[in-house]
C-alpha cells in the first residue's frame, strides 16, 4: 500500500528525508510523516485527508506501576536487661 498524502507547509521546517521545506511548499509524502508534520510539529496542514485507520497507532499499553513500598517499620523500644546491673 502506497497511498501518499498531501500537505501544504505552515512554517520552514528542516527534514532529513525531504530537506529544507518553506512556507507555502506542498509536500506529498506518506500518512505517517504527514501526522508529523500536521499533529506533532505543528508545521503543515492536510490538502488530502488521510484515511484513520492508517494514521491511527495501536493505544498503547499502560504503564506499570511500580509496587508499593512497604511500611516502615515502627521503631522498636530499646530492651534492657533487668538482670543488669545499674550504678
Not at 10 to 18: F, L, M, N
Not at 19 to 43: C, M, Q, R, W, Y
Request: glycine share 2%; hydrophobic share 30%; net charge negative.
Amino acid at each position: 500500500m502506497n497511498e501518499k498524502i498531501k500537505v501544504k507547509i505552515r512554517t520552514t521546517v528542516i527534514t532529513q528525508r525531504y530537506g529544507t521545506l518553506s512556507t507555502g511548499d506542498i509536500l506529498t509524502t506518506d500518512p505517517a510523516f504527514a501526522k508529523h508534520l500536521v499533529e506533532e510539529a505543528n508545521a503543515a496542514d492536510y490538502l488530502d485527508e488521510p484515511k484513520a485507520a492508517e494514521t491511527e497507532q495501536p493505544p498503547k499499553a499502560p504503564k506499570a506501576k511500580k509496587p508499593a513500598s512497604p511500611e516502615p517499620a515502627e521503631p522498636v523500644a530499646e530492651q534492657t536487661d533487668p538482670t543488669a546491673a545499674t550504678e
